[in-house]
């Protein structure tokens, strides 16, 4: 299982936060160059709570790191390495298996519990001719794991648990035979068995319960001299599991399921007890009508409910309309293959229990002409609850046909993907479609470029966090990122890192300036503001200002990149011209001054809208205001956004109607007289000087205001000083 150290993609992190962002350090590693080809390539890589990187890989001989060689190997095969780096980029220790006289394969690593992890190594066991370098140890020819003779010289599947110091915690030896019709072991020459790995391409995960998922990429058949046999015909009756020598499970498979199903197994986290294995699709839509030329796996992804999601390829020929699900009662899920010579894929969905949730795939607007396409992997954003799924599409059945008219269908929406890499989104727990981020190939107008060689787009690993979508690409030929990025060498192969916001929009892309023969995208991870990625070139790049130095036998990297802005949620830069509200009107009324027009403006010269909070009181019609009763309440204007300007920010007035002014007032010390007024009023205060005097008429308005100081004159006793205002101005009335 992908933990929430969420396993990201890649290397955009210089363009997001230039400020913020650093690359602390950069290691890589090659070795001699192997027939013509780079075999040294980091495969997976985990990371404990403390910041300690494990990496897992192949190397060949005289690789090193830090002037530490691997392995003193003269070895012209593919040898297994794993390696613990420090927070400081320091290589705390390192393990191999390296088997002289055939290559080792690995299949990923994951953290248990952040006290031990969990890789997988499909090896050849040391025996009388062959001897086996394992870990720390160095088993001579004449050694034998096991004391069956059975397994001697043979395959196995080994899951080997480590400590956090790189000590041997566990390690188990998986071993798979076939029986015949009448239940006899299938053997080769001097009754030995020969080639049962699980499988020799293999995909694991593991659930929060520390149990063991293996999904076997292989075709159940065995070769006998001239003749195949299969369970589909009845051949095989039975599957043995043996684990360290000893038989441990018989399986027989319930329905005579076609050699090109893939089988799913669960085992315990000691692998003594297999709890139950699954073929992905059911036995009867997948009969031998189907003509099918490739057929695998390309991930396997366990979320923290144990809910389980597969990418599945099919390349080839079909005459039947669908493959059905396995154990699927529902009769919409299912996988439809159309006719035609080209890949097709799906995404498959399981609970815990593995039941079928949901299946998604693309479908095309006009089901007449043949299409292309391929879902790589998946990763999980438990915070947002989304599923992200990977991939890459052309419209002819290959890169080299002219391009067909139509679009590619999503749950029913068009999407225009032709000739790129793009991811989709989807809600986890239903299926349901939210968005889709596109890697455009600006450069790329038709299947072929102009010097008649195909041109291809490759997104391979990638990570959600935070509203960032991260992903590693690579690319060939004169494909032109935003018009800006072309290869001066048409035969080379470029990389870089692609990021979007969760909506589908590109946000930016770094290049890594490589012009390499073969370039490799490897495992990325997201631990708080650090982000490690890796990859293998054949050719120079630069990461930061760490300069990698290419080769002919690929150059495998790992790098830490650190940025404090990764630990939030990105939040897209509005880059439209700010706009405020100009409100100066003043919202003390009466009833009788009813309707009122209002007078906000906008900046920007867009309309400003008004809503009242109690429509008892006051109601708006467009800009206009009616009063209703006495009261306040209060009166927002607003100014929304659009293409060119923000959205103001609102502002509210209080509305006064009927009652403001003496209301609002304490009632004053002057005794006045007379009152009502015919044009003069006497002011008797106990004081002899008034510093302002405010009158109001009797619905509340102001209508007289003095500030300047006014000194009273002597009155009898009785009465106190006395000023005479005159407001001959006014209105006879009562104020």
């Excluded at 990625?533 to 150059?555: C, F, K, P, V, W």
Aim: aromatic share 12%.
């Amino acid at each position: 299982m992908k933990k929430a150290i969420s396993i990201i993609a890649t290397l955009l992190w210089i363009i997001i936060a230039p400020a913020q962002g650093r690359f602390d350090w950069v290691k890589s590693y090659t070795g001699y160059p192997l027939n013509g080809n780079p075999w040294n390539e980091i495969v997976g890589s985990t990371i404990d709570s403390d910041g300690n990187l494990y990496v897992i890989g192949t190397f060949t001989a005289g690789a090193y790191i830090d002037s530490v060689e691997f392995l003193e190997s003269s070895s012209m095969y593919i040898d297994m390495i794993i390696a613990k780096f420090s927070p400081q980029g320091d290589v705390l220790w390192h393990k191999v298996i390296h088997d002289p006289r055939s290559h080792t394969n690995c299949y990923g690593i994951r953290m248990v519990g952040d006290t031990s992890i969990v890789f997988l190594s499909n090896i050849r066991m040391p025996s009388t001719n062959r001897s086996l370098y394992f870990l720390d140890t160095l088993y001579p020819a004449g050694s034998y794991f096991f004391d069956q003779n059975l397994f001697s010289n043979q395959c196995a599947t080994a899951v080997i648990t480590l400590g956090k110091d790189g000590s041997l915690k566990d390690c188990h030896f998986l071993q798979l035979a076939f029986a015949d019709s009448v239940g006899q072991v299938f053997c080769g020459p001097n009754n030995k068995l020969k080639d049962n790995f699980l499988a020799n391409e293999l995909l694991f995960d593991i659930d929060e319960q520390g149990n063991i998922y293996i999904a076997r990429n292989a075709v159940d058949q065995i070769t006998r001299g001239e003749e195949t046999f299969t369970v589909q015909d009845g051949g095989i009756s039975s599957l043995l599991l043996y684990v360290d020598g000893e038989l441990k499970n018989t399986i027989y498979p319930e329905k005579r399921y076609n050699k090109w199903n893939h089988m799913i197994m669960k085992f315990s986290r000691d692998c003594d007890s297999l709890y139950w294995w699954k073929y992905l699709f059911d036995a009867d839509t997948v009969s031998e009508r189907s003509v099918m030329y490739i057929n695998y796996l390309n991930s396997m992804d366990i979320d923290a409910d144990g809910n389980i999601y597969f990418t599945y390829v099919n390349q080839g020929h079909r005459l039947t309309d669908t493959i059905k699900v396995f154990l699927n009662d529902n009769d919409s899920l299912y996988f439809q293959m159309l006719p035609g010579e080209w890949v097709q894929s799906c995404l498959i969905a399981f609970n815990s229990n593995f039941t079928p949730i949901y299946v998604k795939q693309l479908s095309y607007e006009d089901t007449v002409v043949t299409r292309s396409y391929e879902f790589l992997s998946t990763t999980i954003d438990e915070q947002s609850g989304s599923l992200f799924l990977l991939g890459k599409a052309c419209r002819g059945a290959h890169l080299y046909t002219p391009r067909p008219e139509g679009a590619f269908l999503m749950d029913g929406r068009s999407l225009d993907l032709d000739e790129n890499a793009y991811w989709f989104r989807f809600d986890k727990a239903s299926g349901r479609y939210l968005s889709c981020g596109i890697a455009p190939t600006n450069g790329a107008t038709d299947a072929t470029n102009s010097n008649g060689t195909a041109t291809y787009l490759t997104l391979c690993n990638f990570v959600a966090h935070n509203n960032r979508v991260f992903s590693e690409v690579s690319y060939n030929q004169s494909i032109s990122w935003f018009d800006t990025i072309t290869l001066s060498n048409p035969a080379a192969k470029g990389m870089g890192l692609m990021v979007w916001d969760y909506d589908g929009t590109v946000i930016d892309y770094f290049d890594f300036g490589t012009e390499s023969a073969r370039c490799i995208n490897g495992p990325i991870l997201l631990q708080d503001s650090v982000l490690y990625l890796a990859g293998t070139l054949t050719g120079d790049a630069d990461l930061g200002e760490h300069h990698i130095y290419g080769s002919g036998a690929g150059r495998a990297f790992v790098a830490k990149y650190v940025d404090t802005a990764f630990m939030h949620p990105y939040v897209r830069p509005d880059l439209r011209e700010p706009q405020s509200i100009i409100w100066e009107q003043d919202l003390n009324f009466s009833l009788a001054d009813s309707p009122i027009t209002l007078t906000a403006t906008s900046t920007s010269g867009l309309p400003v809208s008004y809503s009242s909070s109690d429509t008892s009181i006051a109601r708006i019609d467009g800009s206009t205001l009616h009063l209703l009763a006495n009261g306040s309440c209060t009166i927002l204007a607003t100014c929304p956004d659009n293409d060119y300007y923000q959205a103001a920010a609102p502002v509210s007035k209080t509305l006064t109607v009927g009652q403001s002014g003496i209301a609002d007032h304490e009632a004053s010390p002057l005794l006045i007289y007379p009152n009502p007024s015919h044009g003069y009023m006497n002011l008797y205060g106990p004081t002899d000087q008034i510093s302002s005097i405010t009158l109001y008429d009797m619905a509340g308005r102001e209508v007289y205001h003095h500030t300047r100081t006014i000194f009273l004159n002597a009155t009898p006793a009785n009465q106190g000083p006395c000023y005479s205002l005159n407001i001959s101005h006014l209105p006879q009335g009562s104020y």
